[in-house]
């Protein structure tokens, strides 16, 4: 067999499994209601939601936005994973599991913008509404991303293929167990999708470190290519401390973005039992350190033995590809290609499922159909993943590009949620006083500040990370607002009081 016949049948029986378990997940919760198909009825348990929900973080560019990255401009773009990795060990230790007692104390919400609002005693739409609409715009964004990753080791296994068929089948893909299964398929398939890539990962590196290939000298060689008819020259930085301040404080800043991530809160919302979090935090925290020093491992490796070759041209984001088609048998190589396909499908999913969650739930249902069943509002859930899915394509047709394609539409993305939910989030979880007003004036502002400081370009003029003033701008006034309207009514404090009974875990 020719090296592309391995390859295709690495990802055939690849996608065979992830719909396998979409089409097994429809027939076992086709009579659930919209509680299992968005939250897998408060089932999972903490394997599944560690995994998961580090699946659904990363992405794709774990695999080729932050390896390009640091391959091609060095150890200062390790600040986002420092970021990231820190950003996720205080989301698992402080946020995990007072959510899950304070979104089943909430009237039992299975979404973050009716969390939000049912946390002060519900009755009121418009903050469940802005959340919605928020979520729709930035998770749309977000999929596009993962769409442009996936399309782009498509391409490279089938180099004939039209770039368009080969985004159109990887959305395909996607949409069918997503569509079918909802929450569980989507965990189940993120669940799996994370053990590849952390072996993807891991594999690499150690045959890349062992192979005597290294070149220490293609580190200190500054490299030129062109993108979009500009020249950009890789200069290697050679520690984590010679970045400018601005670098360290957005690489920092990401981690910011963890307290506001809805398809990662989730899976906070769908654990067992509260008392579960612990186990879970603990293989989330190892799997995440493990995956970002061996990605950062990687870059700085293929950067030590093909940098010449894949940096001349600017394709530093194909690195993992590159490695492992140099070091692997080719079937071999192909499953740990399909650990990107793995990684792009992870976040998309579960970003197309909350999406219309949110939507279902917090738009249609309260607004539009206030009478709907929960059959129609399943149905009506996956027309809006469909929705989402087609506009996200064309979004990511409309970018250009390269890693720093897939780096923009995240780090926008990113930043947009966590300046939005992020202070809100924390303060409803640990601030008995907080009240309706105040956090809707924190989602708004800090998204708002988010936006403003991205399009006016503020972020590339001062190289400051956009949800760096987003956070700040909600927080204040999140805090402010709080403080000058009338504190929360008996209802809000009785959620806040049951929440926070350690008794509570169910």
Request: net charge neutral.
């Amino acid at each position: 067999m020719t090296e592309q016949a391995w390859h295709i049948l690495a990802f055939a029986i690849y996608f065979l499994a992830v719909l396998a378990i979409g089409f097994v997940f429809f027939f076992r919760t086709k009579n659930g209601g919209a509680k299992e198909y968005f939250l897998g009825g408060r089932s999972m348990g903490p394997w599944v939601t560690a995994l998961s929900a580090q699946a659904s973080d990363m992405s794709a560019w774990l695999l080729m936005g932050l390896p390009g990255s640091v391959l091609a401009f060095g150890f200062g773009e390790v600040w986002i994973g420092i970021g990231l990795a820190l950003g996720t060990a205080a989301n698992w230790i402080f946020v995990a599991k007072r959510l899950r007692r304070f979104s089943r104390a909430a009237n039992d919400s299975i979404t973050l913008p009716q969390y939000l609002s049912n946390r002060f005693g519900g009755g009121k739409t418009v903050l469940q509404t802005v959340c919605a609409i928020i979520f729709l715009v930035c998770f749309t964004v977000y999929v596009a991303s993962a769409f442009v990753a996936g399309t782009d080791v498509f391409k490279t296994v089938f180099p004939g293929l039209d770039r368009n068929l080969a985004m159109i089948i990887f959305a395909a893909i996607i949409l069918v167990y997503t569509f079918m299964g909802g929450f569980k398929a989507v965990c189940w398939t993120d669940f799996f999708q994370g053990f590849l890539m952390l072996a993807a990962v891991l594999a690499v590196p150690i045959l890349a470190a062992v192979s005597g290939d290294a070149n220490p000298e293609f580190l200190k060689e500054t490299y030129t290519y062109l993108d979009g008819g500009k020249e950009v020259a890789c200069v290697f930085v050679g520690t984590p401390f010679e970045a400018s301040w601005q670098d360290i404080a957005s690489g920092l800043a990401w981690g910011l973005g963890y307290f506001g991530m809805p398809h990662i809160l989730v899976r906070f919302m769908s654990i067992r039992k509260a008392k579960e979090v612990n186990t879970a935090a603990t293989v989330a925290i190892i799997w995440v350190v493990l995956a970002l020093g061996a990605v950062v491992v990687m870059a700085i490796l293929g950067r030590m033995i093909v940098g010449p070759e894949i940096l001349a041209d600017g394709s530093q984001k194909m690195i993992f590809i590159e490695l492992a088609k140099k070091y692997f048998h080719p079937i071999l190589a192909g499953f740990l290609m399909s650990a990107i396909i793995a990684a792009s499908m992870s976040t998309a999913d579960s970003q197309l499922l909350v999406a219309s969650s949110s939507f279902t739930s917090d738009i249609y249902k309260p607004l539009i159909r206030k009478g709907a069943k929960d059959k129609e509002i399943m149905w009506i859930g996956r027309l809006v993943v469909v929705l989402v899915a087609v506009v996200a394509f064309f979004i990511a047709n409309s970018k250009g590009s390269g890693a720093q394609a897939i780096m923009n539409l995240v780090e926008n993305a990113w930043a947009g949620f966590g300046s939005a939910f992020g202070p809100v989030v924390i303060l409803s979880l640990f601030w008995k006083r907080f009240n309706y007003m105040g956090a809707l004036a924190g989602v708004i502002v800090g998204a708002v500040v988010d936006v403003v400081w991205l399009f006016a370009g503020v972020s590339a003029a001062t190289g400051i990370y956009e949800l760096i003033p987003g956070f700040a701008a909600g927080l204040i006034a999140a805090v402010v607002v709080t403080l000058l309207t009338k504190k929360p009514d008996g209802l809000t404090e009785a959620i806040f009081e049951t929440a926070t009974n350690p008794e509570l875990d169910d």
